[in-house]
C-alpha cells in the first residue's frame, strides 16, 4: 500500500469520532474493556497487560459543534474538556468502560470530576503524576497509583495484573516505540518523504489500536515512505511546541508546511512519546515500579511535568540544537494555562540562545489558516535570509 493510501486510511479512523476502531476491538474480544485516557501520559501497557484496550481520548476537533458541552464548563477555558463532554452526552464514547484523567492541569482535574457526576456507572480514575523524582519517594508513590489503577481496572471486569503479562506488554509496547522512533528519524532527516502532517496521523492512529497492531501501521508507512517518489524542499526546519493535550486541526500543520516550515519534531502525541527511548525493565525488580521508574527517569519535558529547581527551556534549547533545527513555533491552544505559563519562560531561553521563533494560537475546531500562512511564511523567509525571526 503506498504512503497516501495508509495516510488516508489512518485518517479516516482517527477522524471517526464514534470510535469505529474501538468498536471493532470489542466486537473481536468480548468481555474486553475499552478505557479512555485523557492526554498526555497513561502507561498504556498496563492497561493491555489487563487484558484492557486503552484508548486516546482528544475531544472533538472540528468534527462536532459544542452545544451542550457549553453547559458544563466555562467559556475562558480550552476547548477539549468542552467537546469530550459534547461526544459523550451524545452517545459516541459509550463504548468507553473507564476514563483515567491524569493531573495534567485543573481543567482535566475538574473534567475527571464531571464525568464521575455524569456517568457514575463508568469508572472514573484520577491518575496524579509525581512531582518529586527521588525514586524512593516518587517512583514508590507512582507505583502505588499504578497498582491501584490496576485493582480498580480488575474491580471493574479486567484481568488480575500480573507480572509476566505486563513483561510482555512492556516488551510490545518497547518495540512499538522503536518503529515510531524510526518513522520520527525519517521526519527528521528527509522531511519530505515523511512530513509531520502524515507522520502525526500515522502516530495519532496508535491511541486507537493495540501497541502490536499500531506496529505493523507504523511498518508500512516506513517501508512506502521510503520509497515514495519525493524531492528535497528548501523550508526552514522547525520544532512545534505548545500543543501537547489539545490538538491542532490538521489543516493548521499543513499550513504551516506549505508556508515553508518542516516540521521535525513536535510535542503532539506525548502519549506515545512521554518516555524518551524504551521502558527499561530490570531483572527482579517490579514490572510496576520499571514503568514509574521510566516516566521518573526518561520522561521528557513539558509543560504540564514539574522540573523543580531546572531552568525552564533548557531543554528546549538543547533538543533544538541537537536537532539542527532553524526555530521554533509555539502553538498553543487557547486558554491552555500550562502551556501560555511555559511560554514566556522558554522565549526567553530561545532568546538568550539566538534561536528564531514565532507565536501562534489555535483552537481545536479552528477552521481558517490565512493569517497563520502569513505569520509562518514570513518567519520562514526571515529565518532563511537573515537567520532570525
Known amino acids: 500500500m503506498s504512503a497516501e493510501s495508509l495516510v488516508a486510511e489512518a485518517r479516516s479512523q482517527v477522524d471517526d469520532v464514534d470510535l469505529g476502531p474501538v468498536h471493532a476491538w470489542k466486537r473481536a474480544n468480548p468481555g474486553g474493556l475499552a478505557v ?8 498504556r501497557p498496563l492497561i493491555e497487560a489487563v487484558g ?3 484508548v486516546a481520548i482528544f475531544g472533538g476537533g472540528d468534527q462536532v459543534d459544542i452545544i451542550r458541552g457549553d453547559s458544563y464548563f466555562q467559556s475562558y477555558i480550552c476547548h477539549i474538556p468542552r ?13 468507553l468502560d473507564a476514563m483515567i484523567f491524569p493531573s495534567i492541569c485543573d481543567v482535566i482535574r475538574n473534567l475527571g470530576g464531571m464525568w464521575r457526576l455524569l456517568f457514575p456507572e463508568k469508572l472514573s480514575v484520577y491518575l496524579d503524576l509525581p512531582q518529586t ?24 471486569g479486567a484481568r488480575p495484573l ?24 525519517l521526519r527528521r532527516a528527509e522531511p519530505w518523504r515523511a512530513p509531520a502532517s502524515e507522520v502525526y496521523l500515522l502516530a495519532r492512529l496508535g491511541g486507537l489500536l493495540p501497541a502490536a497492531e499500531h506496529t505493523r501501521w507504523l511498518e508500512d508507512y516506513l517501508t512506502a515512505a521510503q520509497g515514495r517518489a519525493a524531492r528535497p524542499v528548501d523550508n526552514v526546519r522547525v520544532v512545534l511546541v505548545g500543543a501537547f493535550c489539545e490538538q491542532p486541526p490538521l489543516g493548521l500543520l499543513r499550513t504551516l508546511e506549505k508556508a515553508g516550515c518542516d516540521i521535525i519534531e513536535d510535542d503532539l502525541q506525548l502519549g506515545l512519546r512521554t518516555i524518551e527511548g524504551p521502558i527499561d525493565l530490570r ?29 525552564k527551556g533548557r531543554a528546549l534549547v538543547e533538543r533544538v540544537r541537537t536537532l539542527g533545527a532553524d ?28 534561536i528564531p521563533y ?32
Request: charged fraction near 25%; glycine fraction near 8%; charge should be negative.
Open 36 to 43: 479512555g485516557t485523557m492526554p498526555i501520559y497513561v502507561p
Open 52 to 54: 484492557a484496550l486503552p
Open 83 to 95: 467537546s469530550t463532554l459534547e461526544l459523550a452526552l451524545g452517545g459516541r464514547l459509550d463504548c
Open 133 to 156: 523524582f527521588d525514586l524512593a519517594v516518587g517512583g514508590r508513590f507512582f507505583a502505588h497509583e499504578l497498582h491501584r489503577i490496576a485493582s480498580l481496572l480488575e474491580a471493574a
Open 162 to 185: 500480573n507480572d509476566e503479562a505486563l513483561v510482555a506488554a512492556i516488551r510490545v509496547e518497547n518495540v512499538r516505540r522503536a518503529a515510531l522512533e524510526r518513522v520520527d528519524a
Open 283 to 311: 531483572e527482579g525488580e517490579d514490572p510496576v515500579f520499571s514503568l514509574a521508574r521510566s516516566w521518573i527517569e526518561r520522561g521528557g519535558a513539558t509543560a504540564s511535568r514539574y522540573i523543580g529547581d531546572d531552568e
Open 327 to 354: 526555530g521554533v513555533v509555539f502553538a498553543a491552544a487557547s486558554f491552555c494555562d500550562p502551556a501560555l505559563l511555559d511560554q514566556p519562560m522558554q522565549e526567553a531561553a530561545l532568546a538568550r540562545a539566538k
Open 358 to 389: 514565532t507565536t501562534l494560537k489555535f483552537a481545536e475546531n479552528t477552521g481558517q489558516f490565512q493569517v497563520v500562512r502569513e505569520q509562518a511564511g514570513a518567519f520562514s523567509d526571515a529565518v532563511k535570509l537573515w537567520g532570525i525571526a
